[in-house]
């Protein structure tokens, strides 16, 4: 049954009109409403309709459940909006590098990185991509811990950049830049200086700590932080997002370890307090990827 429906799958995605039709059954598996996709998509919701029976009808599988309230997707439509996604992700992915190569230097490139560094590293970062290559395009986005390889495996971006030692087969990296930790309290806090951290007074903080993601090195680091004084902290709050916890640091909720890359965003009413703990920033790249783009940003980074 399965190998049934992917060679129908195979055959519908590289013809034209299928792929039409596949954008509408990935439309439809997103929203679930007929007329708010069919809005979406800029199409009636009859047509729209009748492009999912079609699609059905030539894949020989039902994809959607439908009453008169509900639409969800059947186990086989599952299945194919998990692969379809991949496929028309790289799909659009080469045709996009199509373009560049035709283009030249011109193109998009999406790159993630950390909060910590927006107001640091990634403006002269960018100042030197957008003088070496100004036609081109570039998104910045950010990407919780535990989404980056996946985007970035699956061209969602092209570039990501991290606090994480990566061993990913197929993923490249290399370290750009290093900054150290930094105890973060409110200028009305008693601690001013590192001498003035003790095993004894920090038991007696409440943390607002990153969220701890399993197997990430930036994580372990702040642990060894913590074991160097011989101590659990008392976590109040986790938190993905640096500049969150500035804001509840300052609110006095809390003390916080961030990156010392934070002092440069401008946060008043804040000590920085620089601990002995280095962080890594790293960047990484798709190792198979020959975007042209990408080739050219990367040797730009790396030069000497």
């Known amino acids: 049954m399965i190998k049934n429906v992917i060679k129908s799958f195979i055959n519908a995605y590289f013809a034209l009109m299928d792929l039409q039709r ?14 708010k996709t069919a809005e979406k998509v800029s199409i009636t919701q009859s047509a729209l309709s009748r492009q999912i029976q079609s699609l059905e009808n030539e894949l020989g599988v039902q994809l ?18 998990e692969k379809w996604e ?3 992700n790289e799909l659009e992915y080469i045709h996009q590098f199509a373009k560049q190569i035709h283009l030249g230097e011109r193109g998009t490139i999406t790159i993630a990185h950390p909060d910590s560094i927006s107001a640091s590293i990634m403006p002269d970062m960018l100042a030197k991509i957008t003088q070496a290559f100004p036609q081109l395009q570039i998104k910045l ?32 990296a290399k370290k750009i830049y ?39 090195s930036y994580s372990e680091i702040i642990q060894a932080l913590f ?3 011989d101590f659990a902290p008392d976590v109040f709050l ?33 000590r920085f307090i620089p601990l002995p703990f280095k962080t890594d920033l790293l960047i990484n790249w798709r190792a198979d990827d ?15």
């Open 290 to 304: 020959h975007n042209p783009v990408l080739a050219n940003i990367l040797k730009l980074l790396f030069e000497e």
């Open 86 to 88: 991949v496929e028309l």
């Open 22 to 35: 596949i954008k509408y059954f990935l439309a439809l598996s997103e929203q679930l409403h007929y007329w």
């Open 227 to 229: 074991k160097s004084y």
């Open 178 to 216: 290093a900054d150290h930790l930094a105890l973060v309290v409110p200028l009305t806090h008693p601690f001013q200086v590192f001498e003035d951290l003790s095993t004894e007074n920090l038991k007696q903080q409440k943390f607002i700590l990153p969220t701890k993601d399993e197997g990430s």
């Open 64 to 81: 959607f459940e439908r009453n008169k309230r509900n639409v969800k997707l059947t186990p086989a439509g599952k299945f194919l909006k």
């Open 141 to 172: 986005v950010q990407v919780l811990y535990e989404n980056q390889l996946d985007f970035l495996k699956n061209y969602k971006i092209d570039l990501v950049i991290t606090r994480d030692i990566n061993s990913e087969p197929g993923i490249r």
């Open 238 to 270: 986790h938190s993905e997002f640096g500049s969150t916890i500035i804001a509840l640091v300052r609110k006095g909720l809390g003390i916080a370890i961030l990156p010392d890359s934070y002092m440069h965003h401008q946060s008043p009413g804040l």
